[in-house]
């Protein structure tokens, strides 16, 4: 027992993971990039440098890492502050409607 690994939630921060999966069931979650982060202090690590922001929500405060998944009320409360700029919507040509010429005039034939 004194070897074992312990188990480690993964993906999510550990407020999201304490709501539970199905309280989430509806829940929109954004991830935040380090390209996205405008504040906070930038650290080293072995992958590369990562920034951390500190934001309070609902009286509890979060430390937000980039390239951590967060829910609406943290992201809002990010927004708030300025500590990240909203990411633009990302247009895929391939999903738009096509674009069909203009109905011209009906020829109807004469009888």
Known sequence: ????????????????????????AGAQLHEIDFDMMVKGRVIRRRGGAVRQYGVTVNGSTRLVTSGDIVDEDTYKALLAAGAIVPKAPVQDDRLAEPELPAPGPSFEPEA
């Open 1 to 24: 027992m004194i070897f074992r690994k312990r188990d480690r939630r993964g993906g999510a921060p550990r407020h999201v993971q304490a709501a539970g999966v199905h309280a989430l």
